[in-house]
């Protein structure tokens, strides 16, 4: 896949992502896969669209590298929560995250989810009466995007 993407790329890229804080997740608006994942036509074919955005705000992404979130989120294209890893490291991410054979896991069976139903719960009531994201984050002992996007429902949405 050639890296010199054209600037209407570029372009059909942002008019698709919903671009928060710099710690949050930046969800795509475009289609998505049954997985959850970010998908956008290029010249040839549908790539992820968080690939795109790797390669868009980090440079290009080596031969046989994979694409992987930091967040739990897979339609998140924030570049701060890529990072690069092996097709070992994704199997492993991915079992970590029980995303594997298509399974999207919610909330507390999901195996890297340190929040519970209750947990956010509690945090929602808390952010409400005005503790700050930050205070909440280090309380319950989940990153600031993580606490974010709990306390905003865009993870978490399942609960009520």
């Not at 896991?105 to 930050?134: F, K, Q």
Request: glycine share 6%; with cysteine; proline share 4%.
């Amino acid at each position: 896949m050639h890296h010199n993407h054209t600037n209407s790329l570029t372009e059909r890229f942002f008019a698709k992502v919903r671009c928060s804080g710099p710690d949050d997740c930046w969800l795509w608006q475009g289609y998505t896969d049954i997985y959850g994942y970010g998908r956008i036509r290029d010249n040839v074919k549908r790539i992820f669209a968080h690939r795109l955005s790797y390669q868009i705000h980090v440079g290009p992404i080596p031969d046989e590298m994979h694409v992987l979130h930091r967040c739990d989120t897979p339609a998140c294209v924030n570049p701060s929560h890529l990072f690069l890893g092996t097709h070992a490291e994704n199997m492993t991410d991915m079992g970590k995250k029980n995303r594997a054979r298509g399974k999207v896991a919610h909330g507390s069976d999901n195996a890297s989810a340190i929040l519970t139903e209750s947990s956010v719960v509690e945090m929602r009531r808390l952010y409400h009466e005005g503790v700050p994201v930050r205070e909440l984050s280090q309380r319950f002992g989940v990153s600031l995007a993580t606490a974010d996007c709990a306390v905003h429902r865009r993870s978490w949405k399942h609960v009520t």
